[in-house]
């Protein structure tokens, strides 16, 4: 009776274990089943790309300096101001280079009236050496040559005078129009129209140019035209790079600023200035984008996107 009990558990463990494996088996087995994603063949466009990373910036930057020394008197500008060429952007305090001007231009008027001096003291001297000639041609008595020989030297100097006068009033002029010049650089205007992206001075800043010349300003021209885009490319990709640029293909990316918004441009250069990062040679690639919305502005990131082939109908 006993052992027919031990049976009758023992089987009933058997079946028990059974009943766990045989289930356990079959989701083992429908887990580890291959599965398949299908979908309806369709024709569309494949295409080949090489993406990398770059910044945004002015197809070109004018610095504007300072010539002359002084204290900034008013600045006529500010970030994002939109000038013309040779608007004002700023003015450097004029008051010691106009006292500059007005005393070559007080020297100037000396030297002129120096000059009518010693001309009419020439025209006299001419008039006593003609007298003295006619004198003379009447009797030699009338005249020694000492007396003849005054006269006639006296002339001369005089003819001196008036020559050197002559190179005075040219130099002080030279000097009244370096003083002009000088006061004229104080109106710092604009050499070209873009948009001033950078102001480096405010009003009561005192500017040396005497060492270096000052940067006051950072004009950035055309920037509602295009921008580039400075891209860095592995040189294996390079090739590809160069292929696209001669087949002219696309190039597309996009900024953090808008993301839903894919701007499109073109391979402008493939310099040939490398960069090497940890055993990484890079070249850099200038992409040439429009920008008549202003949208790109300079800083920014772009996520590019070279286009190398595309077949269309695969």
Known sequence: MGRIIKWLLFLGVLGGAAALVFPAMSWWQERSKTKYL?????????????NSTGTVKPV???SVGAFTSGPIAEIYVDFNSRVEKGKPLALIDPLLLQAAVDRDRAFLDTQKADLVRVEALLQ?????????RTLL???R???????????????????????????SIAQAEASLK????????????APEDGVVIERKVDKGQTVAASFQTPELFIIAPEMDKHMFVYASVDEADIGMIRNAKDAKKPVTF???AYPGHLFEG??????MNSTTTQNVVTYPVVIQAPNKDLKLLPGMTANITFQIEAKENV
Request: avoid cysteine; hydrophobic fraction near 35%; charged fraction near 30%.
């Open 60 to 62: 070109r930057t004018v």
């Open 141 to 167: 008595d009338y005249l020694s040559d000492t007396e003849m020989d005054g006269y006639y030297f006296k002339r001369l100097t005089l003819d001196a005078q008036r020559k050197l006068g002559q190179a």
């Open 254 to 256: 996009t900024v953090d």
């Open 38 to 50: 299908t979908v309806t063949a369709s024709h569309g466009r494949v295409e080949t790309v090489v």
């Open 124 to 132: 006299q001297a001419v008039n006593d050496e003609k007298r003295a």
């Open 137 to 139: 041609a009447v009797s």
């Open 178 to 189: 370096n003083s002009e010049a000088n006061l004229g650089y104080t109106k710092i205007l």
């Open 266 to 271: 073109e391979i402008d250069q493939i310099r």
